[in-house]
């Protein structure tokens, strides 16, 4: 399978198969799109000879991967529910607004421990492990967060492993004490703001309904200072209110912010979900965005925009890429209960509750419909171009949208394949200014 597309003057082929991308003239787009009208011969023959030599080394309509995916009985990962609750009123939060649906409250130390205990025991050979803190905002249950992190470094190296932490936050209980402990502790940092002032304090509110921004910013900021060469994202999220997002993307890097991520709203909010009708500015303003990344990359003045980077020579191994997400499989999410679900947006859905920490196992019928979910489960994929990069997408996106976590959701994939369209964009005019 090969995509043809254009952007701007540019015209591109990505052949699947061997995950090549290739500019080239319009003569060649409108040859491979089967358009040939308008086309001399001279100009036929020519493009003919060129695709035939692109065929040969293996770089144009090469078979697609026969690949397996890897799963494994091992866990790899937990996300970490140490507060359902938060200290903010997000109106598009998914987790309603930290409490899950449920009564608010925080994970107990007990809890946290076996969560930590239950990682090492199932993770088998594995020797690097990983456990995200979430929430609700998980710097509620800050001693908790500690506790764990020690005891956790401390278990895994009895054990020969090494645990990797991740804390996700809003940033407003940033002080110099959690600063300073999130910036030691932490292999990375998520840090939650929309963008722009008016788009952020319109849906990320506090509890008296007041917006955040003003409470967060300058929080965020020092952070990001201290935290200096290792891992962080600011990340926010765009709804049908603020489809003019670049705007809040170049707000985050002109606030200092060299790693961002700005990600789609997943609600049924109708004010703001985002719906078939918006895709068509959605994909304008990627495009916008786009242009204004390079610009600034070309001046000098680079930053990191998570959705516009993808590895189409060195990236994951196939295998890898076909075996679509972990969740509930090699990485769960445990609630303050010690309850074990697939992953956070899972979390409290009794039916994927997949079994309890305390009890020490995991439901079997449950993790092996996750176990076999992979790229090759998921139908619609077959004939997108994007599979091999996004690889099926998000199972809980795709069942909270259509009932089914192998059937992804067209809304998501539409946003997704223009995405890999500027990323594969931006890949080739980096190429041609290292020429």
Known sequence: MKHVFRYHDKHYVYDVGSGSLHECDEATAKLLKGEPDGLTEEERQKTLSDLAALRAEGLLDAPETSARPIKSDKVKALCLHVSHDCNLRCKYCFADE??????????????AKAAIDFLIRKSGNRKVLEV???????????????????????????????????????GLLLDDETIAFLNEEMENVVLSIDGRKEV???????????????????????????????????????????????????????????S????????????????????PAIEAEYERLCDAFLERERAGKPFSFFHFH??????????????????????????????????????GEKEFLMGNVFAGEIDPALRKKFAESCLFTRETCKDCFAKFICSGGCSANNYHFTGDINEPYPI????????????????????????
């Open 412 to 435: 998501t994939c539409a946003m997704m394949r223009k995405r890999a369209e500027c990323a594969m964009h931006v890949l080739a005019d980096r190429k041609s200014r290292e020429n």
């Open 98 to 111: 930290g409490a899950y649906h449920a009564q608010r409250e925080v994970m107990s130390w007990e809890t």
């Open 310 to 347: 993808i590895d189409l020579e060195g990236g994951p191994c196939l295998e890898k890429r076909v075996s679509a997400c972990g969740a509930g499989n090699e990485y769960f999410s445990v609630v303050p209960s010690g309850d074990i679900y697939p992953c956070h947006q899972f979390a």
């Open 260 to 279: 961002i991520s700005l990600e789609p709203v997943v609600t049924e909010i109708p004010e703001l979900q985002i719906k078939e009708e918006h895709l």
């Open 132 to 170: 995200d803190f979430f929430g609700g905002e998980p710097l509620m249950n800050f001693d908790v967060v500690k506790k764990a992190v020690y005891y956790g470094k401390e278990e895994a190296r009895k054990a020969g492993k090494r645990i990797l932490f991740t804390t996700t936050t809003n």
């Open 200 to 258: 952020h304090d319109a849906v990320r509110k506090t509890v008296n309904g007041k917006g955040s921004f003003d409470a967060v910013i300058e929080k965020i900021k020092k952070f990001v200072a201290v935290r200096g060469d290792k891992h962080y994202y600011v990340r926010g999220t765009f709804t049908a209110k603020n489809l003019d997002f670049a705007e809040d993307v170049l707000f985050l890097a002109d606030s200092g912010f060299d």
